[in-house]
Every structure is written in C-alpha cells, then in structure tokens.
C-alpha cells in the first residue's frame, strides 16, 4: 500500500461522511487537505494573480460542496476537485473575454503576469508563455501537479493520446528553448 492510496482512502472517508447527513465537519477536512494544491493550480494558471486564484478557489470548494454527491470515486478526489478548478478557470477566461468585447476592446484581457524571481525562473516562465494554452495546461498538470496522463486526461477533457502529444511537444520546445537560453549565458559568463 502506498502513501497515495492511504490519502485516497481517508478522501473517501471524508467524503462518504460529508454525504452522509451533510457532514460539513467532513467537508472541512477535505478542505483543508486540498485547499493549498487547489490554489497551488489556480495560481500556476493564471500566472500568479493570487487574488483571483483565491476567488476562483472559493468557488471550486462551493462548486464541489453542492456537487459533492457526482463524485463516483472513479479517480482520486483531488483529481475530481483539479478537474472543477480547471472548469472554473475556463469559465473566468471566458467571462473575462466576453467582458472585454462588451467593453470594445476587442481582445481578450490576459491575467496579470507574476513577479518573476531573476534568470532561469523567469526565462522558464516567458517559455512557458510561448507554448500553445493545451501544451501549457497539460505540463502545468502533468508535470508541475504531479497528475498522471490519464487524470490531466480527465481533468482538462482532454482524450488521453491528445494529452500524451501536447506532454510531449511542450517539453521538446520548452528543452530547445532552454538549451539556447543555457548556450546565451554560458557565453556571457566566458566573455
């Protein structure tokens, strides 16, 4: 038994308590024990604006209260609360692109960019930013969250062969663009 299916199985207990005579002490817990990847995702999504990651937290943890009797135990709960977060980031981009042609301004507001620490990190961020928005999500879920194929699969309704691909040219682009930033401050640092 691993440590993963341990966690797996109090989620389940918690869950089946939550259900069971609307528990929300229950709920809580699971709360708790998610609530910091769940901003972890959001934060990751929209590129640090912890505000709205906040926002968008509280309302996946509503979201998955009210629809807490749909989780079937198919996948991890995590996995379920990821998929619900990712629903509520797309909903926010959307309201945001619909809010910005209402106003005229034709184009679609992006979310504030982080502070960046120096070099490397906000290199690998400004990478990052060039990849198409599918290659973007699937490494920010496979790669950064630590979700198999298979659950970024699920979270982002992705078909998982579609998932493996966008996994795979992500990193190649992300590893071409990196060797070269690599090469460029090797050179400064010999000169």
């Known amino acids: 038994m691993t440590d993963g299916d341990a966690e797996a199985r109090v989620d389940q207990a918690l869950v089946a308590r939550a259900l069971l005579d609307q528990d929300r002490r229950a709920f809580e817990q699971l709360l708790r024990r998610h609530q910091g990847m769940v901003r972890a995702q959001l934060r990751r999504l929209l590129h640090g604006d912890e505000a709205t990651a906040d926002d968008l937290a509280q309302e996946t943890f ?18 379920w609360l990821y998929r619900i977060a990712y629903s509520c980031f797309l909903q926010a981009l959307r309201k945001r692109a619909w809010v910005a042609d209402e106003a005229g301004e034709g184009e679609l507001e992006r979310f504030p960019a982080a502070p960046q620490p120096v070099d490397l990190q906000l290199d690998v961020e400004r990478a ?34 579609t998932v493996k691909t966008h996994a795979l040219r992500g990193k190649a682009k992300l590893k071409a663009w990196l060797s070269a930033w690599q090469e460029s401050t090797g050179e400064e640092r010999t000169s």
Do not use: I
């Open 128 to 161: 990052m930013r060039r990849l198409s928005a599918a290659e973007q999500a699937v490494l920010l879920h496979c790669v950064q969250l630590g979700l198999s194929h298979e659950e970024a699969s699920y979270v982002l309704a992705m078909p998982l062969g």
């Open 62 to 79: 509503l979201l998955a209260w009210r629809k807490l009797d749909q989780f079937r135990g198919e996948s991890r709960f995590s996995t």
